[in-house]
Structures are given as structure tokens and as C-alpha cells.
């Protein structure tokens, strides 16, 4: 989901959370927005391709530049 389409999402109302995880195929952080059947939908950025973030700190600002309040980290040990 892009940018403007999350935030759009986020004020009707259609987004309920994000979270940050480890990427899977990347050396860094992506972010996942859940909706409100509980399903996680990868965040794109503008580029339309799941964003990595190489800095928690960076990703965090993006959630809440997105407008969420809080954001959940996960991180597998």
C-alpha cells in the first residue's frame, strides 16, 4: 500500500496497526499495515514495491508520519 493510500485508509477508518518487522529478503526493517480483518499489507512508499528501511528510527517516523499513534516492533530472537 502506498502512502497516500494508507493514510487515506487510516482515517476511514480501515487501519487498525502497524507494525515493523525484520525484512526477510533484505539486510533492514519493512512495515506492515494490519487491517481490520487482522491481514498485513506491505508498505510500498511511492516506489509500489515493499519499502526496506535500513534504520528502525527511519521506519518508526514513517509510521507516525502516516498518522498511527503507535506502532508495534517485532523482532524475531
Known amino acids: 500500500m502506498d502512502h497516500d493510500r494508507a493514510q ?3 482515517h476511514a477508518g480501515e487501519l487498525t ?3 515493523i ?3 526477510e ?3 533492514g526493517w519493512v512495515i506492515l499495515l494490519a487491517d481490520a480483518s487482522g491481514a498485513h499489507i506491505p508498505y510500498t ?3 509500489g514495491t515493499e519499502k526496506v528501511y535500513h ?3 527511519q521506519a518508526t517516523r514513517t509510521v507516525r508520519e ?3 499513534e503507535t506502532v508495534r516492533v517485532e ?3
Open 55 to 57: 534504520d528502525l528510527d
Open 45 to 47: 512508499g511511492h516506489t
Open 8 to 10: 487515506l485508509a487510516l
Open 25 to 27: 529478503d533484505a539486510n
Open 66 to 68: 502516516l498518522g498511527f
Open 21 to 23: 518487522k525484520p525484512a
Open 75 to 77: 523482532e524475531d530472537f
Open 17 to 19: 496497526e502497524a507494525v
